[in-house]
T-cell receptor, first 111, second 114 residues
Framework: RKEVEQDPGPFNVPEGATVAFNCTYS??????FFWYRQDCRKEPKLLMS???SGNEDGRFTAQLNRASQYISLLIRDSKLSDSATYLC????????????FGSGTRLQVQP | DTAVSQTPKYLVTQMGNDKSIKCEQN?????MYWYKQDSKKFLKIMFS???????INETVPNRFSPKSPDKAHLNLHINSLELGDSAVYFC?????????????FGDGTRLSIL
């Protein structure tokens, strides 16, 4: 089983749609969780941290389910500029401070 | 004002050569990292330094040697380059202390081995 697993997609959605991505992680002791965004041929950029109680940032909502070991990202009212690869990222070992990246879910928002 | 900068952005070289990639961050972070992103877009940690001290050294061939002259710089030297080394190499940095610190990435070095 991969340490961090995501559906690679692509998810093709029309503008204005709501889309959700899930991600599962293998280590139940994982401490911190993030969603990063990576545009084609660019570096990953932090989209948002994921908190235990769930958190929202504008059109983006992140949820964490520790019991089932998954994280989700919900994007409402999709924009063309949301087209990117969304990386689920987990810090599995606080001592090492190493992030484990999922292979990403590609989103294509179409006009 | 680039926060994490890497040079060069592109590196095309022949098999067997030795090359270096440099990274600098001006965020005042204590921890720096090297990641490799292969053709399948999978991003994997290679090394991490905290305040010039090596703290993570994943299963990476000995041909790869990181060096951190100070906490704002982390360079990567690669000896005897092989075809399989072709990838995008990302440098990143984060604040030390606490597991909830996100990482800031440089814009990558695209290494192509001929």
């Amino acid at each position: 089983r991969k340490e961090v697993e995501q559906d690679p997609g692509p998810f093709n959605v029309p503008e204005g749609a709501t889309v959700a991505f899930n991600c599962t992680y293998s280590n139940s002791a994982s401490q911190s969780f993030f969603w990063y965004r990576q545009d084609c041929r660019k570096e990953p950029k932090l989209l948002m941290s994921v908190y235990s109680s769930g958190n929202e940032d504008g059109r983006f909502t992140a949820q964490l389910n520790r019991a089932s070991q998954y994280i989700s990202l919900l994007i409402r009212d999709s924009k063309l500029s949301d087209s990117a690869t969304y990386l689920c990222v987990v810090n599995m070992d606080t001592g090492r401070r190493a992030l484990t990246f999922g292979s990403g879910t590609r989103l294509q928002v179409q006009p | 004002d680039t926060a994490v900068s890497q040079t060069p952005k592109y590196l095309v070289t022949q098999m067997g050569n030795d090359k270096s990639i440099k990274c600098e961050q001006n965020l005042g972070h204590d921890t720096m990292y090297w990641y490799k992103q292969d053709s399948k877009k999978f991003l994997k940690i290679m090394f991490s330094y905290n305040n010039k001290e090596l703290i993570i050294n994943e299963t990476v061939p000995n041909r790869f040697s990181p060096k951190s002259p100070d906490k704002a710089h982390l360079n990567l030297h690669i000896n005897s380059l092989e075809l399989g080394d072709s990838a995008v190499y990302f440098c990143a940095s984060s604040q030390a202390g606490g597991a909830n610190q996100p990482q800031h990435f440089g814009d990558g070095t695209r290494l192509s081995i001929l």
